[in-house]
């Protein structure tokens, strides 16, 4: 069975830094492309970023490239999201969700987790 | 605003058909395959449809997707009460270089 497990979420103030994680299990991680999906409150969901099986191929959204870094450990089955300079637009539930492929541009999200919160407050 | 345009809300009664638009352009929709996502409240979304029509396993066959030039549809026959979700459609935008997805479509089965 497939299981995506979101941690780093918390109460973080503009302008601080925070990493995110996605824990995979239930597959074999470096066989397929992963991506971070967030949903501010209330609101609809937004891709955010997607990094091939090698990490060769990367994508961000336009509205976090610069301040969003995407990575991932096949050793380890873990992919990440490091955000900087965070906004208070930054606040949502951020999904982490498997790609049915090796790319992260070409097919789809077939597997999402639970997602982990940011609020990010003074 | 979202790329994609979805209707905010539809609702049905129980055994009814519904059915949710999701409109694009020529950039998205109009030159890649389009996949929908389920959202039950409070949980995460999964995967209904993709690749416009195709279902995955465990899916019922009361979903049915389907495209035609830059739009596409979600069509839900023989509504339940569980079927009460948002519904999000989403593409590759070619001018984008991203994922883009509709605003959702709150289902309401009344």
Known sequence: EVQLVESGGGLVQPGRSLRLSCAASGFTFDDYAMHWVRQAPGKGLEWVSGISWNSGNIGYADSVKGRFTISRDNAKNSLYLQINSLRAEDTALYFCAKDKGYNWNENYFDYWGQGTLVTVSS | ?110
Not at chain 2, 12 to 37: E, M
Not at chain 2, 56 to 71: A, L, N, Q, W
Not at chain 2, 102 to 109: A, I, Q
């Open chain 2, 1 to 110: 605003q979202s790329v994609l345009t979805q209707p905010p809300s539809a609702s049905g009664t129980p055994g009814q058909r519904v059915t949710i638009s999701c409109s694009g352009s020529s950039s998205n929709i109009g030159s890649n395959t389009v996949n929908w996502y389920q959202q039950l409240p409070g949980t995460a979304p999964k995967l209904l449809i993709y690749s416009n029509y195709q279902r995955p396993s465990g899916v019922p066959d009361r979903f049915s997707g389907s495209k035609s030039g830059t739009s596409a549809s979600l069509a839900i026959s023989g509504l339940q009460s569980e079927d009460e979700a948002d519904y999000y459609c989403a593409t590759w935008d070619d001018s984008l270089n991203g994922w883009v997805f509709g605003g959702g479509t709150k289902l309401t089965v009344l």
